[in-house]
């Protein structure tokens, strides 16, 4: 569902005037809207009577001379000043008579004339701040939403931000401005906020993959289109169409458990995996074809991690304590990175560089093009179960709960973000906003 479209629908009309005035209205209604439009909120509070030559012929004298004579034409006015001297009650006779006197088409046009008048836009006839009070009682945005589609007057009206900001405090108890944003608007902010909301209460269309999985354990995954890759602790890789959920292939080599896998689509569309797991290598597959490209052997115990930066080079951590550097285009090896004292448990590639996080306790931050040792970042008091890295800031996850952010530049602790109660196993950037960190950990059961 959109939560906010918007036509470009005309406003309704207003009543006319108890004034008798016969000036054209072509000029009042268009001022209606500029003046909103252009942040003045004056307005007229009704629209003014419109003659029976504006209304039928515009303002062409030559038009309604060429179809009335002056002499009819003065009768009319004549007509028309006798009209406006008659009491209500003599009016009423004189428009009765002279509507039995109209055929069907002449009816209806009457009442093309007479429908527009009958419509009241109550809110445009009421001051901006009474309007906008009106609309503060509304709790329900979908109410809002379609009132935004009545006019170009209420879209505007609803554009207001006292309106979205007063929403935001009653639902999302929003006590600031929300934070920058490309529109940076109490309405944008709301409407994320909904949307986000709304996806998660009414869920999404679930794709069942049929497998053989059965009593396996999945140890690892990724999603993207247009594979889905699973790996399990039965030594086997299972891939899946994304879009279907239809079975593509099973990869079979690993002589065990596969812990790490990741895949990347190239330029010129293969799809490179790269996975690692208990049998202590890593291997390159064409997920395409389901070809085993390579096999590259050199830890001596499992690979509990590994991230590639393209599809030419990959990165491996294993619980030997070791990160190794891989040209996996060519299937050797590249570099050795030694330097912890326990088990490498997660990475986090970019550029040239590559973040490590380790059962140590230490981080630390590794050149991909000579294996050094750029910095080590000490202060977590527990294992280091997720590292995030994005070439600004190193971000690490604990088992100790807390998160530390460190400067890739000084190796200085920037931040320590705590409220987690537990292990914190898991930590990733935005890609569409890399201000915003995204974190998951253990329940503490009490």
Not at 334 to 353: A, E, I, P, Q, Y
């Amino acid at each position: 569902m959109h939560l906010y479209p918007v036509d470009d629908l005309s406003p309704p009309a207003t009543p006319p005037s108890s004034s008798s005035s016969s000036s054209s209205t072509s000029s009042s209604g268009n001022g209606d809207h500029s003046n909103l439009s252009s942040g003045n909120k004056s307005r007229p509070s009704q629209r003014l009577r419109s003659s029976y030559v504006d209304l039928s012929m515009g303002d062409n004298p030559a038009q309604v001379s060429s179809t009335l004579d002056k002499s009819r034409l003065d009768y009319i006015a004549k007509v028309k000043t006798t009209f406006l001297q008659l009491s209500n009650q003599q009016k009423h006779i004189f428009l009765s008579e002279l509507l039995n006197c109209c055929d069907n088409q002449l009816l209806a046009f009457v009442h093309t004339l007479i429908a527009p008048r009958l419509k009241i836009d109550f809110l445009k006839q009421l001051p901006i701040e009474l309007a906008l009070h009106v609309l503060s009682f509304i709790d329900d945005p979908r109410t809002l939403a379609r009132a935004s589609r009545v006019s170009l007057f209420w879209n505007d009206l609803l554009s207001d931000e006292s309106t979205w900001k007063a929403l935001c405090l009653r639902q999302y108890r929003l006590l600031r401005r929300p934070p920058p944003r490309v529109k940076n608007t109490y309405r944008d902010y709301f409407k994320r906020k909904y949307n986000i909301n709304h996806a998660w209460q009414q869920g999404g269309q679930t794709t069942t993959c049929v497998n053989n999985i059965q009593e396996a354990l999945v140890t690892s995954l990724q999603v993207e289109d247009p594979y889905i890759v699973v790996g399990c602790d039965n030594h086997k890789i299972e891939v899946f169409d994304s879009i279907t959920g239809k079975h593509v292939r099973t990869l079979l080599g690993h002589d065990g458990g596969v812990w790490a896998l990741q895949f990347i689509k190239g330029s010129d569309g293969e799809c490179v995996l790269v996975s690692g797991g208990c049998d202590r290598e890593a291997r390159v597959w064409d997920l395409k074809t389901g070809q085993q490209r390579h096999v590259l052997r050199g830890h001596s115990s499992t690979i509990r991690c590994l991230k590639m930066r393209d599809t030419k080079l990959a990165v491996t951590g294993s619980r030997d304590s070791t990160l190794r550097i891989w040209d996996i285009e060519q299937g050797t090896l590249r570099h050795v990175c030694m330097g912890h004292t326990s088990s490498v448990r997660c990475l986090d590639v970019h550029g040239n560089k590559v973040a490590s996080g380790s059962y140590d306790s230490t981080a630390r931050l590794w050149s991909l093009d000579t294996a050094e040792c750029l910095f080590t970042f000490v202060g977590h008091h527990s294992q280091i179960y997720a590292v995030a890295y994005d070439g600004k800031r190193v971000i690490t996850g604990s088992l100790d709960s807390n998160i530390r952010v460190w400067c890739p530049n000084t190796g200085n602790c920037l931040a320590t973000l705590q409220g987690h109660t537990a292990l914190v196993g898991h930590i990733q950037l935005l890609p569409s906003d890399p201000s915003i960190l995204v974190s998951g950990g253990t329940l503490r059961r009490r």
